[in-house]
């Protein structure tokens, strides 16, 4: 019982390994250079151990994607964490998982990098497994109060978070807020605090 412990153990830290190595492989080369062996001798691991613990490349992304490598408010962890909720504490849940996406995506280039591969390429894939990730989030936080559209507008206001993000890494300004300064940013997230918190109301 205890080896199967330690070989379970093993088996976790290397598939965390090979999941970083994701990132890190993008962030310095791009998503045209994301490979099973450039993964693989990034992570020091096998290439076969990619294969046993993903199936494909494609296996490999979409479980980036269901990952806190990826934004942490696609982990499980951050799921798993989120408390029941009365409906008064809806709009503050939902404002901070706004937030911190929206942080999330300013800090990891790789991330942004990887939607941009996404759109490019069409793959339906790395979608599919965020809004099974949303449809999760959504059913724990529920419905705003005085509100019966609350993933639509989660839809929305990630799609913007979206553009603005990636628009970072090649505008200076989006109208006239910056987006290549924290003032900038912090108008932004005023904005997503009032239109969830005026919607509630």
Do not use: C
Not at 67 to 85: A, H, R, V, W
Not at 103 to 110: G, P, Q, S, T, V
Not at 143 to 172: K, M
């Amino acid at each position: 019982m205890k080896i199967e412990k330690i070989k379970k153990r093993d088996r976790e830290r290397t598939k965390s390994k090979i999941l970083k190595a994701v990132g890190d492989v993008i962030e310095q080369h791009g998503t045209e250079k994301v490979g099973v062996n450039l993964i693989a001798r990034t992570a020091g691991v096998n290439k076969v151990l990619i294969y046993r613990y993903f199936e494909s490349v494609d296996g490999l992304m979409e479980q980036y994607v269901r990952s806190g490598e990826y934004t942490s408010t696609s982990s499980t962890d951050y799921i798993d964490n989120i408390p029941t909720l009365s409906p008064e504490e809806r709009a503050e849940a939902l404002n901070s998982l706004m937030q911190t996406f929206m942080k999330d995506l300013r800090e990891r280039k790789a991330t942004r990098d990887l939607l941009r591969w996404e759109i490019g390429t069409g793959k339906s894939m790395l979608s599919d497994a965020r809004n099974q990730t949303a449809h999760k989030i959504l059913s724990k936080i529920g419905e705003l109060p005085n509100f019966n559209d609350t993933s639509a507008l989660v839809s929305f206001l990630s799609a913007g978070i979206y553009f603005l993000t990636i628009s970072t890494d090649y505008r200076q300004k989006m109208g006239d807020v910056d987006l290549q300064s924290d003032d900038g940013w912090k108008r932004i997230e005023r904005i997503i605090e009032h239109i969830i918190t005026d919607i509630r109301n």
